[in-house]
């Protein structure tokens, strides 16, 4: 479903061997694949799988002209006159093409006869909401953390209080009262202590999840590879080195667009100075998406292509509720056994008997282990 999205274009030209000329057009990057695409006749030229590019590099065409070459197996594809700049259609195909070949090692053999099963299908739904869940509790442990120093500085304002308020009644007591110049230290003493405690608690943060990412500052057309940590405290933008770049407080970001499943944007606004933003993009995005979601529900926007895939796959796989959990439990039933989703009429077990079978005995006893966890 998502092999198709366009997560990057840009206008160049590419040398067309067998007519030995160049032909002006743009190069386009799916989750899969790099295609190049003529500007007069609209015909697609040139698809490369990711799995089957043997070297991205940078050359030079005529010894003047700076290219870009993608060697696919014997075959070498020449791209010049890139837009923005060579160096950044480099980097980004770059990322993607290594993220496909960790992700999927010996796909280029297979990238034709790459079939999931039912039972596959339905292991991965049940392995992505356990790893959802695991998320949601990270963040919720550390809400519950947050709430326990709220009520701390709770304590210590009532505590506060009653010293005020002592002390006000002391100083609207008589001259003459003997207990007049007596005052309550006690509270006021144990101060530092809370305060350290509660600075003890913000120190302790949660990695939730870091992939890699190529990043843009701003109106900045220049890209650079770093690292994208989602904590339970905030969000951090590091270089290829570690060294953290900006780190954006949860009350820090004001709003995050998401432009594909694997480009988003994140900015915070200030009064008399430039914003901050940052645009990263990244091969491994999908995965951060829901834990951006479930953090800045308020804040997060889906624009019309991030809006499109995500909306068709939150009903079979983004759900976190029973929805999953019944509709794997009942496809395993019907499966193990399938008298009972039938109902009523012989029909149906005769059609269900000429279809053949979609999930195996191995996976129905994964299935099954795994729900009963």
């Not at 999927?104 to 909401?129: F, H, N, Y």
């Not at 209080?161 to 009262?177: G, H, Q």
Request: aromatic fraction near 8%; charged fraction near 25%.
């Amino acid at each position: 479903m998502n092999a198709d999205i366009c997560i990057h274009a840009w206008p160049c030209s590419y040398y067309l061997d067998t007519e030995k000329r160049w032909v002006s057009g743009r190069l386009s990057l799916t989750p899969i694949a790099v295609r190049f695409t003529a500007d007069k006749t609209r015909e697609l030229l040139v698809s490369l799988h990711l799995s089957s590019i043997s070297e991205i590099k940078k050359e030079s065409s005529s010894l003047i002209f700076s290219s870009l070459t993608i060697l696919e197996k014997t075959t070498k594809h020449w791209f010049s006159s890139l837009q923005p700049n060579r160096n950044v259609v480099f980097n980004i195909l770059e990322h993607f093409w290594r993220e496909q070949l960790l992700s999927c090692p010996g796909a280029g053999a297979q990238a034709d006869s790459l079939q999931m099963t039912k039972g596959k299908e339905l292991t991965g739904l049940l392995a992505a909401s356990q790893k959802r869940m695991e998320d949601t509790t990270k963040v919720l442990h550390y809400q519950g953390e947050q709430f326990d120093n709220i009520m701390k500085g709770l304590n210590k304002i009532d505590s506060e209080m009653d010293v005020a308020d002592r002390l006000l009644t002391e100083l609207e007591s008589p001259s003459w009262w003997p207990f007049r110049g007596k005052l309550w230290k006690g509270p006021l003493e144990a101060k530092p202590k809370e305060e350290a405690t509660i600075s003890g608690s913000k120190n302790q943060e949660g990695v939730i999840i870091k992939i890699p990412v190529i990043i843009t500052h701003g109106t900045n057309s220049n890209v650079m590879p770093g690292k994208f940590t989602l904590l339970v405290s905030g969000l951090e933008i590091s270089d290829s080195n570690s060294q953290v770049i900006h780190r954006f407080e949860l009350e820090d970001v004001d709003d995050i667009k998401v432009y594909t499943p694997y480009e988003v944007s994140i900015r915070q606004r200030f009064i008399g100075k430039p914003d901050t933003s940052y645009r990263l993009l990244s091969a491994k995005m999908p995965e951060a998406i829901p834990v951006l979601e479930m953090q800045f529900s308020k804040k997060i926007q889906f624009l019309e292509d991030a809006l499109g895939f995500f909306g068709a796959r939150k009903s079979p796989q983004a759900d976190l509720g029973n929805s999953i959990w019944q509709a794997a439990t009942g496809r395993i039933a019907s499966v193990v056994q399938p008298g009972s989703s039938l109902g009523e009429g012989g029909g149906g077990q005769a059609q269900l008997q000429k279809q053949k079978q979609i999930v195996s005995e191995s996976e129905t006893q994964e299935l099954k282990q795994v729900l009963s966890r």
